[in-house]
């Protein structure tokens, strides 16, 4: 079967830097493909590719045939979720999906309003529905642009660090959502440094360094890798 994304190719620099190095990549449907990789190695910069949030400069990323070219391409196909909530301050918890449900998809208020009520209730926010923003905990925070992002319906869903603002409790209420998510079909990718994360998420993971995949494996096979850099790294995280 075709895989779901194939990445062919990609380079991408900044200002005459190379930060993604001929990147190429197939992730098939259902895959939950964890990359990490020093700091500066690309990572979000692969992932901003994925979804057209970052112009390739050569090669080309396609999702089920259809070149990614901007957002618009793969609008409502592809959610990601950043370390930043990026929440609408001035919308109450429910609102937040509400109000992209009824403009980007077009669906009624009161569909809209049951398909929020349900989606808090898988992110356990129920309750802080009538609150804004600025008053939940970081955690809640996060679930809600979880939501917000599953809202969407989308097939693909792409995670840059999302825990790592958050303290280890609340980076674990988090953690606890995306893996209740990663039992689903959904095709997930998930930028993460913390490898307990990791190791209960993934089905394959990437080690990115200097824009380019130096390990392509599964969580085990990492860990047992006998590549040096791979090991100082590992070494390092885990300290
Ligand atoms: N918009 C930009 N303009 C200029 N340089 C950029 C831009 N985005 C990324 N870079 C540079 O590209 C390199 C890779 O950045 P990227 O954010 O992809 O790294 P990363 O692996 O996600 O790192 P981290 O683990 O710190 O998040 C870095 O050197 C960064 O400074
Ligand atoms: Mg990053």
Do not use: W
């Amino acid at each position: 079967m075709d895989p779901l994304i194939r990445v062919e190719n990609i380079s991408k620099s900044f200002g005459g830097t190379p930060v993604l190095k001929e990147i190429r990549l197939d992730i098939r449907r259902g895959e939950k493909l964890a990359v990490i990789g020093p700091s500066g190695s690309g990572k979000s910069t692969l992932i901003r590719c994925l979804n057209g949030l970052e112009n390739v400069d050569s090669g080309t990323v396609t999702i089920d045939g259809i070149l990614v070219e901007s957002t618009r391409s793969v609008a409502g196909r592809v959610g990601m979720v950043f370390q930043q909530f990026n929440l609408f301050p001035h919308y109450s918890v429910l609102n937040n999906i509400v109000r992209p449900l009824m403009t980007v998809k077009k669906v009624g208020r009161d569909d809209a309003a049951a398909m929020a009520r349900s989606l808090l209730e898988k992110v356990r926010l129920a309750e802080q529905k009538d609150q804004y923003p600025g008053t939940l905990s970081g955690g809640q925070q996060q679930r809600l642009a979880i939501a917000r992002s599953l809202s969407m319906a989308p097939d693909i869903m792409l995670f840059d660090e999302p825990t790592s603002s958050l303290d280890p409790e609340l980076a674990f209420e988090v953690f606890e959502t995306i893996q209740h998510l990663a039992s689903s079909r959904m095709t997930m990718v998930l930028v993460s440094h913390q490898m307990n994360m990791v190791k209960g998420f993934a089905t394959r993971v990437l080690f990115l360094e200097k824009g380019i995949i130096s390990f392509d494996g599964s969580f085990d096979a990492l860990i047992g890798s006998s590549d040096d850099r791979i090991q100082r790294f590992l070494r390092k995280i885990y300290q």
